[in-house]
């Protein structure tokens, strides 16, 4: 089976600065893909953004990015500029073939 | 967009009640999941359809049952509702490929479901 960890609970950034979120997993899989989500208080889960786990490059959108660190199976990402409207739950995920596996989600507060 | 509804935000139904929740995405997928949510736990996977009228259990399934007649319907079924089953529901659908493998998730709105 596939893990997922999010060891920090709840975090919290100053609107403007940067924040990142750690995220570890274990797979036994060669090929899968790696996800963060943002679940806003009392909305929809959006996806943030996508790894994939053969591509060495990092993924960026916009102000998101992430740092995908293969050989020690860590997936963080990075939050630039941080806005009030990036306050949310964020949760890593790693999809292996026909499932996903969440992480326990990450409570993230931006200070005006 | 893909666009994926859920019938109820909130619910409140009685303990023994036979509960149906509906998920309906708009774009042609062919997996689709459901979820639920606990503060602490994240998601755990109750089912999943990769083609009408298939399903598969998930990682907690016990208490639940699925029907999907449709492509872009899939319903979550709890027979006889208990108060361990109030919680978050989730739905989610993906395009496929390979086969049965998942593609990124697009995920409804949610069902809030209290349980009394």
């Known amino acids: 089976a596939q893990t997922v960890t999010q060891s920090q609970p709840e975090m919290s950034v100053q609107e403007a600065e940067t924040v990142t979120l750690s995220c570890t997993y274990d797979?036994?899989?060669?090929?899968?893909?790696l996800f963060w989500y943002k679940q806003p208080p009392s909305r929809q889960m959006i996806l943030v953004i996508r790894?994939?786990?053969?591509?060495?490059q990092n993924a960026t959108e916009n102000r998101f990015s992430v740092n995908f660190q293969k050989a020690a199976k860590s997936f963080s990402l990075k939050i630039s500029d941080s806005q009030l409207g990036d306050a949310a739950m964020y949760f890593c995920?790693?999809?292996?073939?026909?499932?996903?596996?969440f992480g326990t989600g990450t409570s993230l507060t931006v200070i005006p | 967009d893909v666009k994926v509804t859920q019938s109820s935000r909130y619910l409140v139904k009685r303990t023994g009640e036979k509960v149906f929740l509906e998920c309906v995405q708009d774009?042609?997928?062919?997996?689709m999941f459901w979820y639920r949510q606990d503060p602490g736990l994240g998601l755990r996977l109750i089912y999943f359809?990769?083609?009408?009228?298939?399903?598969e259990k998930g990682d907690i399934p016990e208490g639940y049952s699925v029907s999907r007649e449709k492509k872009e319907r899939f319903s979550l079924i709890l027979e006889s509702a208990s108060t361990n089953q109030t919680s978050m529901y989730l739905c989610?659908?993906?395009?496929?490929?390979?086969?049965?493998?998942?593609?990124?998730?697009?995920f409804g709105p949610g069902t809030r479901l209290t349980v009394l």
């Open positions: 790894q994939e786990a053969y591509k060495q």
């Open positions: 995920a790693v999809n292996t073939g026909n499932q996903f596996y």
């Open positions: 359809s990769y083609d009408v009228k298939m399903k």
């Open positions: 774009m042609d997928h062919e997996n």
């Open positions: 797979t036994s899989e060669s090929d899968y893909y």
């Open positions: 989610a659908s993906s395009l496929a490929w390979g086969g049965r493998n998942t593609d990124t998730q697009y």
